[in-house]
């Protein structure tokens, strides 16, 4: 408690977060949220609203376990004209397992006289009867201070009194909160200064930052850097309108580059990227590739200058390890991109670019549908610029590109060969008359010396056509039924004068356990694109992910 370089990690996913738009959390997800918190050591997880919807009711009357964490209820002070021990708001906040309540109350002059339209001093009376009753019940009362930043500019002494009646009566913290997210890091620290010669001590002061000036994950620190030793904050930064302060961004300053420990040791600092993805997972979104950190491409380069530059030592365009927060450098393949680019990312995935064959390379050439003439291509970093000229974006699609390579060596197998397709479309009406369509597929396939004929139904071509292959190939490699395509994405590349344009597909697979990769398929036609996509989606996960006995 007295180690000033410790600081206290609050997380308000489960509550702040669970305001997003879009966003509709189940207990169980929750559950699951909650478990990789306590995982990575965060000291306060805050679980929701008791009494405020089923949701939050079902999550408290069977809490998970935790090992580290301690499990926060999130409440408000009791009303004007009730006492605090007969307010039954503040009753159902105190009688969950959580043994940790934080309570929201009012701090600016303006919104206790308008919004609550009560006196200056009973709202300072509801905070400090409210904390004084629920240190009684339970081990550790917060105090959520709203709109502290906005109440401190237009009246801080009376900003500064209720902060304090909290303090005074009790809060081990009281955490002042940005709550429309409009406070400057240079105001942020000077109020929190203020506060703490105003008689709040660092030890108990906390700030929860909204960022709505794209500044929440600045403020946070510089509250820090002011003597605050408590900091709020959501995963990935989930929260509504602009989103929460980013304890994802946060964790990794404090700990990296600022000094300060938390509750999450050194060597598990590494767990930070995984606990991202379990956000995103239970959201059902794709992690966002330039999030600073845990991105894809927060360590990927692809200037050729900048490559042989950190193929000599990565410090010179990286501020941190990537590994030490769990993520890996990214050498990209680009048109741009020099043959050092090319070298530094086949030496990734383990490929000598010498012992590339070229009669190897004219035979994976031949099998792509290409304008250029297999004969002409001179070596593999050749082959990559001419089908990046065809339209195919290997910086998107490392899995494409590995595959590329390695049928370039002769490792992949043919795991199947698609002989022929067909795809009906089909647009009509019900018999209730609303209009349906429906796509038919039938594919010729064959599979370790046998054909095999299927028809798979869909709500579109690329559906019907994946349905009918997975009928054949599921048979043979039931790991198959886990595939999932997470995203699909078309774009019209450039045309030259006189050709007619491109369309690139890109789809992102995943195989059910935490394995993602992309894969790209470029045709004038949209539906041969998403099916080379697609086969060579199926193709990676076979190669990459069989358990081979
Ligand atoms: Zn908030």
Redesign the pocket.
């Known amino acids: 408690m007295t180690n000033s370089s410790r600081v206290y990690l609050y997380d308000?996913t489960l509550r702040?977060g669970a305001?997003t738009q879009g966003v509709d959390f189940s207990a169980a997800d929750k559950a699951r949220i909650a478990r990789e918190l306590d995982r990575i050591g965060i000291d306060y997880i805050e679980g929701g609203w008791p009494g405020a919807n089923p949701t939050d009711d079902a999550f408290f009357a069977a809490p998970p376990a935790f090992k580290r964490s301690r499990l926060a209820a999130f409440g408000m002070t009791r009303r004007s004209g009730r006492s605090a021990d007969n307010d039954p708001g503040l009753g159902a906040l105190l009688v969950t397992p959580a043994r940790v309540v934080t309570m929201v109350g009012k701090t600016w002059d303006f919104q206790v006289t308008v919004a609550l339209g009560i006196g200056l001093d009973e709202n300072l009376r509801m905070v400090a009867d409210s904390v004084a009753h629920a240190r009684t019940k339970v081990d550790e009362v917060m105090f959520d201070a709203e709109h502290f930043f906005d109440g401190y500019k237009a009246n801080p002494a009376y900003a500064l009194a209720a902060a304090k009646s909290a303090y005074d009566a009790g809060a081990r913290w009281v955490v002042l909160?940005d709550?429309n997210g409009g406070t400057l890091p240079h105001e942020m620290a000077r109020i929190v200064g203020e506060v703490i010669t105003g008689g709040i001590p660092g030890s108990h002061l906390g700030v929860?930052c909204?960022n709505d000036s794209d500044t929440a994950v600045a403020n946070s620190l510089a509250a820090v850097t002011a003597g605050a030793r408590q900091v709020q904050g959501t995963l990935n930064g989930l929260?509504e309108r602009c989103g929460?302060a980013n304890l994802v961004s946060i964790i990794p300053a404090l700990m990296l580059k600022m000094g300060f420990e938390t509750g999450i040791a050194p060597d598990e600092l590494k767990n930070l990227l995984s606990v991202s993805r379990a956000l995103d997972e239970v959201l059902d979104r794709n992690p966002s590739r330039g999030q600073p950190y845990v991105g894809a491409s927060a360590f990927a380069h692809k200037g050729g200058l900048h490559v042989s530059a950190v193929a000599k030592d990565p410090r010179c365009y990286e501020h941190i390890d990537p590994a030490s927060v769990g993520n890996v450098r990214h050498i990209v393949v680009s048109d741009q991109a020099g043959r050092s680019n090319m070298v530094a990312r086949m030496a990734e995935i383990g490929v000598d670019l010498d012992s590339v064959r070229r009669d190897a390379l004219v035979r994976v050439v031949e099998r792509m549908q290409v304008s250029f003439d297999p004969h002409e291509v001179s070596d593999l970093v050749d082959l990559i610029k001419r089908l990046e000229h065809e339209g195919y974006a290997y910086d998107q699609a490392a899995a494409s590109f590995e595959l590329l390579v390695r049928r370039a060596l002769g490792e992949v197998p043919d795991y199947f060969t698609l002989e022929r397709y067909r795809v009906i479309d089909e647009r009509r009406r019900s018999a209730v008359g609303e209009w349906i369509t429906l796509s038919e597929a039938t594919v010729k396939v064959e599979v370790g010396g046998r054909e095999y004929m299927e028809v798979g139904e869909g709500t579109g071509p690329v559906h019907a056509f994946d349905v009918a292959l997975r009928k054949v190939l599921t048979a043979v490699y039931p790991e198959l039924t886990a595939l999932e395509l997470k995203d699909y994405r078309v774009r019209i590349t450039e045309s030259s004068v006189g050709t007619a344009a491109k369309t690139r597909v890109t789809i992102e697979s995943e195989d059910g356990k935490g394995h993602r990769w992309t894969t790209v398929g470029v045709h004038t036609n949209v539906l041969e694109a998403s099916l080379e996509a697609l086969q060579d989606s199926i193709t990676f996960m076979l190669f990459r992910f069989r358990d081979t006995p």
């Open positions: 308000t702040d305001q909160c709550t929860h909204h929260g929460n």
